[in-house]
Protein backbone atom coordinates (compact mmCIF):
# COMPACT_ATOMS: atom_id res chain seq x y z
CA UNK A 1 0.00 0.00 0.00
CA UNK A 2 1.38 3.42 -1.08
CA UNK A 3 -0.65 6.06 -1.22
CA UNK A 4 0.16 9.66 -1.48
CA UNK A 5 -2.11 13.47 -1.82
CA UNK A 6 -1.63 16.44 -1.22
CA UNK A 7 -1.88 19.32 1.45
CA UNK A 8 -1.09 23.10 1.80
CA UNK A 9 2.59 23.61 1.83
CA UNK A 10 3.25 20.05 -0.16
CA UNK A 11 2.15 16.08 -0.05
CA UNK A 12 1.87 13.54 2.35
CA UNK A 13 3.15 9.84 1.23
CA UNK A 14 1.95 7.05 3.49
CA UNK A 15 3.34 3.64 3.00
CA UNK A 16 2.79 0.27 5.62
CA UNK A 17 4.90 1.67 8.26
CA UNK A 18 5.13 5.11 7.89
CA UNK A 19 3.75 8.85 7.13
CA UNK A 20 5.98 11.47 5.39
CA UNK A 21 5.59 14.85 4.68
CA UNK A 22 7.34 15.40 1.22
CA UNK A 23 7.62 18.90 -0.61
CA UNK A 24 6.47 16.84 -4.15
CA UNK A 25 4.84 13.46 -3.34
CA UNK A 26 7.58 11.76 -4.92
CA UNK A 27 8.86 8.05 -3.34
CA UNK A 28 12.29 8.02 -3.86
CA UNK A 29 12.49 11.64 -1.66
CA UNK A 30 11.11 9.39 1.38
CA UNK A 31 14.63 7.53 1.80
CA UNK A 32 16.74 10.40 2.92
CA UNK A 33 13.56 11.55 4.90
CA UNK A 34 14.62 10.83 9.03
CA UNK A 35 12.03 10.78 12.34
CA UNK A 36 10.77 14.11 13.42
CA UNK A 37 13.04 15.16 16.14
CA UNK A 38 14.59 18.12 17.64
CA UNK A 39 17.41 18.35 15.05
CA UNK A 40 14.85 17.97 12.36
CA UNK A 41 12.60 21.01 14.06
CA UNK A 42 15.83 22.99 13.69
CA UNK A 43 16.27 21.86 10.32
CA UNK A 44 13.29 22.90 8.95
CA UNK A 45 13.06 26.21 11.03
CA UNK A 46 16.60 27.33 8.91
CA UNK A 47 14.65 25.71 5.64
CA UNK A 48 11.66 28.30 6.71
CA UNK A 49 13.60 31.23 7.56
CA UNK A 50 15.86 30.73 4.50
CA UNK A 51 12.82 30.52 2.12
CA UNK A 52 10.95 33.88 3.88
CA UNK A 53 14.44 35.31 3.86
CA UNK A 54 14.21 34.77 -0.37
CA UNK A 55 10.88 36.33 -0.57
CA UNK A 56 11.36 39.03 1.63
CA UNK A 57 14.71 40.30 -0.60
CA UNK A 58 12.64 39.23 -3.38
CA UNK A 59 9.60 42.03 -2.23
CA UNK A 60 12.29 44.20 -1.94
CA UNK A 61 14.22 44.25 -4.49
CA UNK A 62 10.34 44.79 -6.59
CA UNK A 63 9.60 47.69 -4.13
CA UNK A 64 13.45 49.39 -5.28
CA UNK A 65 12.69 48.09 -9.54
CA UNK A 66 8.89 49.93 -9.01
CA UNK A 67 9.75 53.07 -7.31
CA UNK A 68 12.81 53.10 -10.42
CA UNK A 69 10.20 52.31 -12.65
CA UNK A 70 7.45 54.71 -11.49
CA UNK A 71 9.18 57.21 -13.24
CA UNK A 72 8.88 55.30 -16.46
CA UNK A 73 6.76 55.62 -19.36
CA UNK A 74 5.30 52.05 -19.40
CA UNK A 75 3.96 52.35 -15.60
CA UNK A 76 1.00 49.53 -15.40
CA UNK A 77 2.77 46.74 -17.73
CA UNK A 78 5.67 46.78 -15.49
CA UNK A 79 3.69 47.32 -12.39
CA UNK A 80 1.59 44.72 -13.32
CA UNK A 81 4.25 42.31 -14.44
CA UNK A 82 6.29 43.18 -10.46
CA UNK A 83 2.51 42.14 -9.18
CA UNK A 84 2.37 38.92 -11.07
CA UNK A 85 6.25 37.83 -9.89
CA UNK A 86 5.53 38.80 -6.41
CA UNK A 87 2.38 36.51 -6.19
CA UNK A 88 3.63 33.12 -8.63
CA UNK A 89 7.08 33.63 -6.62
CA UNK A 90 5.21 32.80 -2.96
CA UNK A 91 2.98 30.20 -4.32
CA UNK A 92 5.92 28.44 -5.57
CA UNK A 93 7.84 29.34 -2.27
CA UNK A 94 4.92 28.30 0.05
CA UNK A 95 4.97 24.78 -1.28
CA UNK A 96 8.40 24.31 -0.51
CA UNK A 97 8.26 25.94 3.18
CA UNK A 98 6.87 22.53 4.02
CA UNK A 99 8.16 20.66 6.64
CA UNK A 100 9.77 16.97 5.29
CA UNK A 101 10.19 14.15 8.06
CA UNK A 102 8.21 11.41 8.36
CA UNK A 103 6.19 9.63 11.55
CA UNK A 104 5.78 5.88 12.21
CA UNK A 105 2.29 5.08 12.03
CA UNK A 106 2.86 2.92 15.16
CA UNK A 107 3.40 6.47 16.74
CA UNK A 108 0.25 8.12 15.92
CA UNK A 109 -1.85 8.47 18.90
CA UNK A 110 -4.83 10.18 17.18
CA UNK A 111 -5.69 12.49 14.37
CA UNK A 112 -8.05 15.49 14.14
CA UNK A 113 -9.81 16.42 10.88
CA UNK A 114 -12.02 19.85 10.98
CA UNK A 115 -12.35 22.59 8.04
CA UNK A 116 -9.47 21.05 5.63
CA UNK A 117 -7.56 20.74 8.56
CA UNK A 118 -6.05 18.01 9.84
CA UNK A 119 -4.10 17.48 12.99
CA UNK A 120 -1.45 14.62 14.20
CA UNK A 121 -1.30 13.84 17.58
CA UNK A 122 2.10 11.59 17.90
CA UNK A 123 5.15 10.27 19.31
CA UNK A 124 8.28 12.27 18.19
CA UNK A 125 11.99 10.40 17.42
CA UNK A 126 12.65 11.23 21.59
CA UNK A 127 9.67 9.50 22.92
CA UNK A 128 8.31 12.96 23.58
CA UNK A 129 4.09 14.13 22.96
CA UNK A 130 3.82 16.48 19.70
CA UNK A 131 2.33 17.18 16.80
CA UNK A 132 1.63 18.64 13.50
CA UNK A 133 -1.00 21.02 11.56
CA UNK A 134 -1.61 20.60 8.04
CA UNK A 135 -4.01 23.09 6.31
CA UNK A 136 -5.97 22.34 3.04
CA UNK A 137 -5.75 18.33 2.60
CA UNK A 138 -7.59 16.93 -0.29
CA UNK A 139 -10.46 14.86 -0.37
CA UNK A 140 -8.47 12.07 -1.36
CA UNK A 141 -6.18 12.10 1.73
CA UNK A 142 -9.19 12.90 4.02
CA UNK A 143 -10.63 9.56 2.40
CA UNK A 144 -7.29 7.87 2.53
CA UNK A 145 -6.82 8.68 6.46
CA UNK A 146 -11.01 7.38 6.90
CA UNK A 147 -10.04 3.88 5.30
CA UNK A 148 -7.14 3.24 7.13
CA UNK A 149 -9.00 4.58 10.64
CA UNK A 150 -7.55 7.33 11.62
CA UNK A 151 -10.07 9.78 11.45
Same mark, same amino acid.
Given at each position: ???????????????????? %? *?????????? $???????? !?? /? @??????????????????????????????????? %? *?????????? $???????? !?? /? @????????????????????????????????????????????????????
Amino acid at each position: MKQFFKYEKGFININETDLF %L *TKTGNWSETD $SIVEKSFK !SK /S @QNTIKKVKTYSFYAMLVSFSLLLFINIYRADNKIL %L *TTAIILLIVS $SFNYIKVG !SG /S @QYKIPLSKIDKMDYSFKSLKIYFKNKEGKEDFERLENIEEKGITILKKLGYI
